[in-house]
């Protein structure tokens, strides 16, 4: 079988990707370890070796993406074309359906585990994509970061993650403008946060 070739981290990772995938497809009603066990072309007793529960295969196919993704972190050169870039990227990217039916029938179906559980389980101690594009930004001398606070920081994005949350699909691009142009500097600019560049931002 498959798993007499593949053994230790090697089997433990397809094992997560092949979780991974199915939570993308089907949420988290379609994770089970038999389904999980199929699609990674393994047993579900190499599963229950590692992981007890779902609950537990969820966490560790969670932490295990937030781990090992390839994250697009725009450089456009100013702090609107990064947040705008970053929200254009994140619409078109299916794993947004996916990460959102997960977060969302964790709390709302099984009521198990957290949202923000599963968010820590995504990112650990690393830095998110706005954290990061907001501190390129000041390295540029665009924000002024110790005269706002951190749940400011985090707008764009819940922002979208909440209207997306709502459609179900892809938002309208005028709807990532208007995050971005009607709210997002908008309120840096009332912190006294926001230098403008050159007339880009509005």
Same mark, same amino acid.
């Given at each position: 079988m498959a798993e007499n070739r593949r053994r230790g981290a090697e089997l433990e990772a397809a094992i997560l990707e092949a979780a991974w995938e199915l939570l993308t497809e089907s949420g988290v009603p379609g994770l089970s370890m038999d389904a999980?066990?199929?699609?990674?072309?393994?047993?579900?007793?190499?599963?229950?070796?590692?992981?007890?529960s779902n609950e537990e295969l969820l966490r560790a196919a969670v932490r295990h993406y937030g781990e090992n993704r390839e994250e697009f972190v725009p450089d456009t050169g100013t702090l609107r074309g990064d947040?705008?870039?970053?929200?254009?990227?994140?619409?078109?990217?299916? &794993?947004?359906?996916?990460l959102?039916?997960?977060?969302?029938?964790?709390?709302?179906?099984?009521?198990?585990?957290?949202p923000e559980e599963l968010r820590r389980e995504l990112l650990g101690d690393r830095l998110t994509r706005t954290e990061k594009i907001f501190a390129r930004a000041a390295e540029r001398g665009e924000v002024v970061l110790d005269r706002v606070s951190p749940r400011v920081?985090?707008? !764009?994005?819940?922002?979208?993650?909440?209207?997306?949350?709502l459609a179900l699909r892809k938002l309208p691009e005028e709807?990532?403008?208007?995050i971005v142009?009607?709210? &997002?500097? !908008?309120?840096?600019?009332?912190?006294?946060?926001?230098?403008?560049?050159?007339?880009d931002a509005r």
């Open positions: 999980v066990a199929r699609r990674a072309k393994t047993s579900k007793h190499v599963l229950y070796r590692r992981w007890q947040l705008l870039a970053m929200l254009q990227d994140a619409n078109d990217n299916g &794993t947004m359906a996916g959102i039916s997960v977060f969302a029938h964790s709390a709302f179906v099984t009521g198990n585990i957290a920081l985090r707008v !764009p994005f819940d922002l979208f993650r909440n209207d997306y949350m709807d990532l403008v208007a142009d009607e709210v &997002t500097i !908008p309120l840096l600019r009332g912190a006294g946060a926001f230098r403008n560049r050159g007339g």
